[in-house]
């Protein structure tokens, strides 16, 4: 039996990955000139709400992965020290996909972590979803959000424990078999790394969800509640919905 079982109860994780790699292209000409992650909200960058929200919860120890124009990234947050945070960055030449990109810096985890999916927003209840992967002794958490229209997300399908028992990304209208999509926010044991390939590209949706499920890894989901978000911010019309959600904080 691992500590963690034991114990019952370890403290909430300091590390997270904020994976900010994403080029943005269906927002030109915004992202012309800044990463995608760098788009305002509110006065000031998409990526910062993300960085205050981690903050707010003792998450402090910070690896973002840039590629798309990283240094409209860098030159804004410098080593997080201004932030109150400790930022470590990770450049790939090229895109290594959200699971090879979190296994491409796996020396800098030490125990359970976040991932969090940089170029969107969220106001998850971090506690509640950590809580939740104590809870179920998961591998694995997935926050999920129900989306009327699955189709351009990875969808799961839950047991009545709210173990996921199937992971299909992106399905076409006769493949749903769920509404409850990925929302991008992980919870991860470091074990999990044992499971993804290193040198190669690979994705959590595509791949390393399914190949876990298949290696019976415990996998749970977490149902974001209502004003947890997240909103996508992929199209000008999903900029202006984030816009209008923050409106009100």
Known sequence: MS??????STPMPRRAMLLAAGM????RPLTDTI???MIPIKGKPLLEHNVDLLKKYGVTDLVINLHHLPATVTDHFGDGSEFGIRITYSVEPELLG???AVKNVEQFFDGPFFVWYGDNLSTCRLDRLWQAHQL???????ALHYREDPTRSGIVGLDEDDRVTRFLEKPSQDQIFSRWVNAG????EREVLSAIP???????GRDIFPALLKLGYAVFGYRLAEGEGPWWIDTPEDLARAEQALAGC
């Open 3 to 8: 500590e963690r079982e034991q114990s019952g």
């Open 98 to 100: 959200t699971a090879g």
């Open 198 to 204: 290193a040198d190669c590209v690979v994705d959590f």
């Open 185 to 188: 926010i992980l919870v991860l």
């Open 24 to 27: 943005g292209t269906r927002l």
């Open 35 to 37: 990463s995608k992650c």
């Open 136 to 142: 179920k002794k998961a591998a694995a958490t997935i």
